[in-house]
């Protein structure tokens, strides 16, 4: 590289200028993202009347789906279109899908069931969108950076994962500000907060808005800094730019493979199916045919979309060994993809419960107040981008630091350590409402707490993640090994939505059942039973009559929610660490 095209291609951190062209479209587009996550489950609780169960496993689902499209959209642009591409398409597709929202949250009150179409399809475009947008872009950070500098990309996803959660925090903040409006008043001495319905349309608004700007961004920006030290553009179309030299040749799959692909996909999906349906609807709907088909009716998206995310996970992961170009060192290393995202489930099954069953405790059991003002609950999960803000940089230059003294952990190492971070968090969480009670509320500096703790393992292993992806996978599956890394994201967040389901009811269900005069405890103990009419009741305001089970087990309380978390992080992060010494064989010489 001449001095000239360092100049040009670097900036003061040594980092190439394209990073802050990838940096910023991703931090808007994540202000679209997570500021729509913010308020959905809220939105589908309470405006789509819903309620907090079916909201919990709709948002894992789309998650699920969100993560699993990035498959597609990184074998479209490796195949066809090229990165770029597939960044503005997918970039107008979202925006496109937060507009739908808007619709149905201003038309929800004069017409409930074309809103809930409209939100089905505002979902739908949005999984797509993501799908084209995700892995492309980040698949281009690891192309910004030639091979005698990939030791600086741990250092560079870091900071990438800082602009994520720059636009995290944002949207985190105004789409709440906009969207989850609460008024308090008092009734007979006793203080009561409303939510105002009609104002998550504005928070959705926010967001499309926001994806319009970070595409825009993008396109203005990429012919000048996206480009490779020589001025060459990254991310075209494939077919543009493949050189034998470098290894850049399309992936050879047959139409044996194709077929192998189909099949896998067929048996998988029916084993998956037949495991959920078995260990988790059974209970609620019984065995036999009979009770199969009624699981089909009363929870498709557990039924049909969960085993569909899983099985295509194991399916495609398996039809990417197919290509017969594969060298020995290549598979061996694709496989440690493959076992580290596998564990990456657990994490992510506890992490995004920030959308689902996190917002709901902050919403109904947390004291959101902080210096006299009351945190809208669906803001309380930004603490999360604020406190990675705070601790990228020091992370990325701890990094640094330890390689500089051939101290630094490898990348599986540190992973471990995310997960171990995760369950800790959870724990502490779990004693402080060991004794909560039905009516009890925590104060919100223990959710705070427990945001920095998940954050400290976001940093050890997400970032860290996108850069193994790029030191590990062949540049012929540069973006389809990315979507296979955000394979292991589907499948954690489709087990978000099964584990957030199982939150047992929070005290505003009690105080509502009581407001009728009905023990809501007893029933659920089984010491009394509701009348006809109290069932009706219970029914209508989605307030659950039984006590969540998941493989075998009751969850009675929120205490024992919580350690179902603890449990399956922290037995994931000892099994990684104690099996990282032959993932580092099997890397040959990646670290």
Not at 105 to 132: C, E, Q
Not at 248 to 260: D, M
Not at 379 to 399: D, R
């Amino acid at each position: 590289m001449n001095s000239n095209a360092t100049t040009e291609a670097t900036i003061k951190s040594g980092h190439p200028k394209g990073l802050g062209v990838l940096f910023t479209t991703e931090m808007w587009e994540r202000f679209n993202f997570y500021g729509m996550r913010a308020l959905l489950t809220l939105f589908l609780a309470k405006a789509l009347l819903l309620g907090e169960e079916q909201a919990s496993i709709i948002y894992g689902g789309f998650l699920g789906l969100s993560y699993l499209t990035p498959m597609l959209g990184g074998y479209i642009a490796d195949k066809y279109l090229g990165n770029r591409n597939c960044i503005l398409l997918g970039g107008l597709t979202m925006a496109t899908g937060q507009f739908l929202l808007f619709g149905s949250a201003s038309i929800f009150g004069s017409n409930l069931d074309l809103a809930k179409t409209i939100m089905w399809l505002a979902l739908l475009v949005i999984i797509f969108g993501n799908g084209f947008f995700k892995p492309n872009i980040s698949s281009m950070v690891g192309q910004l950076y030639p091979e005698n500098e990939k030791s600086k990309l741990d250092s560079a996803f870091t900071i990438f994962y800082m602009g994520i959660n720059v636009g995290a925090l944002l949207g985190q903040t105004i789409c709440p500000l906009l969207g989850d409006v609460e008024t308090t008043t008092v009734v007979n001495g006793v203080e009561k907060t409303v939510r105002d319905l009609t104002a998550f349309k504005w928070g959705f608004f926010a967001a499309g808005v926001a994806m319009l700007i970070g595409t825009i961004t993008f396109y203005i920006l990429k012919n000048k800094y996206v480009v490779t030290p020589q001025g060459e553009a990254i991310g075209g179309k494939p077919r543009a730019h493949l050189r034998q030299d470098d290894g850049l040749v399309q992936a050879k799959f047959t139409s044996r493979s194709v077929a192998i692909l189909v099949g896998l996909l067929i048996v998988f999906y029916f084993i998956f199916q037949y495991l959920s349906w078995n260990s988790v609807s059974m209970p609620m709907t019984g065995s036999g045919i009979g009770g199969y088909f009624s699981a089909l009716l009363t929870s498709p998206i557990k039924t049909y979309i969960y085993p569909f995310i899983y099985a295509s996970g194991c399916s495609l992961a398996i039809f990417i060994l197919t290509d017969k170009s594969l060298t020995k060192v290549e598979t061996q290393r694709i496989y440690v993809l493959y076992i580290v995202a596998f564990f990456v489930i657990f994490f992510w099954a506890a992490f995004e419960q920030a959308g689902s069953s996190l917002t709901f405790i902050a919403d109904n059991q947390t004291d959101t107040r902080i210096l006299g003002w009351r945190m809208p609950p669906s803001m309380v999960q930004n603490f999360n981008g604020f406190f990675v803000i705070i601790f990228a940089l020091p992370f990325s230059a701890l990094w640094l630091w330890l390689q500089k003294r051939n101290m630094e952990p490898i990348s599986t190492a540190k992973q471990a350590i995310g997960l171990a971070l995760i369950a800790l968090g959870y724990l502490i969480i779990a004693l402080q409402v060991k004794d909560l009670g039905t009516q009890g509320k925590i104060g919100v500096v223990w959710l705070i707490l427990l945001y920095l703790l998940h954050t400290w393992g976001e940093l050890c292993l997400s970032p860290i993640g996108l850069s193994l992806v790029a030191k590990l996978a062949p540049k012929r599956f540069a973006s389809l090994l990315m979507g296979v890394w955000f394979l292991g994201n589907a499948a954690g967040y489709a087990l978000t939505g099964t584990l957030g389901a199982l939150l047992p009811p929070t005290g505003d269900k009690y105080a509502a059942a009581a407001e009728k005069g009905i023990n809501l405890q007893a029933i659920l103990d089984k010491t009394g039973q509701a009348t006809a009419e109290q069932m009706a009741f219970l029914s209508d305001k989605k307030i659950p009559t039984t006590y969540p089970t998941f493989a075998g087990f009751t969850i009675h309380n929120l205490f024992e929610f919580f350690m179902v978390f603890v449990i399956l992080c922290g037995v994931a992060s000892v099994v990684l660490y104690a099996i990282t010494p032959i993932l580092k064989r099997m890397m040959n010489g990646v670290r």
